[in-house]
């Protein structure tokens, strides 16, 4: 059964902390399984990427059992500053114990359609054969359309179930060709952090968490998993007489 908190800190500092307890409790609590238990978290890119390279440093974990995939990429070459992994690999990798080599990267030489189809064998190999994947957490951010991954409003791709990346070739947000996840995939996952900061996110957010549009974002609702919308009090601003803590 899903579950749904929204909470709302005071600061970006306040709601890295709490992401980053969250996430070390998490992963302590997969990697206790032992032998060849890996905690699988899923990232986004956006302005989550900076939050994270600054708080995640806070986990007390063995980074070493940490494989980092992305729950939507740009297909755009490494070299490029719009790519969601060179964002990681500048600001995120250099703050903590781990290498590019912990990350499951998508193949940017490939067309979108080739891409799409080479990052689900590549996810294949970290969970059970022909089991749609559980991720342990994924982070999720919320566009100012309400979109979330590379799930657009009014997209077909929010409609597709037959695969767990799809290719995208006509983003409204460039760059058009990016590849993402799908809702079977984000809604099998066992934890889903939305992470929103700033008022330029109070709109969208009510709209979504207020207001209850269907919009892409406000579809995350994992089965048998958990949602937590981390927010700071400047994007929680038109919510807070119903969500203040
Ligand atoms: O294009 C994207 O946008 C969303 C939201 O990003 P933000 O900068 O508005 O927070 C992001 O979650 C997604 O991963 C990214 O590809």
Redesign the pocket.
Known sequence: MASKVISVYENTQKLGAELAKNLSELANDVLAEGGNAVFKIGL?????VSLLSEYLAKVETDWSKWRFFF????LVDFSDPES?FAQYRDKFICNLPISEEQFIKINPQLSVDEAAKDYIQKISVYFAPYDLPRFDALI?????DG????LFPGHKLCEETSVWVAPISD?P?PPSN?ITFTFPILNNARYCAFI?TGSS?ADILKRILKDGEQLPANCVQPINGSVQWLLDEAAAKLLQEETSL
Do not use: I, N, Y
């Open positions: 986004s890119g956006g302005s989550v729950c939507d990429e740009r969601t999720l951010g919320v566009g100012p979109h979330t991954c590379s983003s947000k990016r929103a996110k």
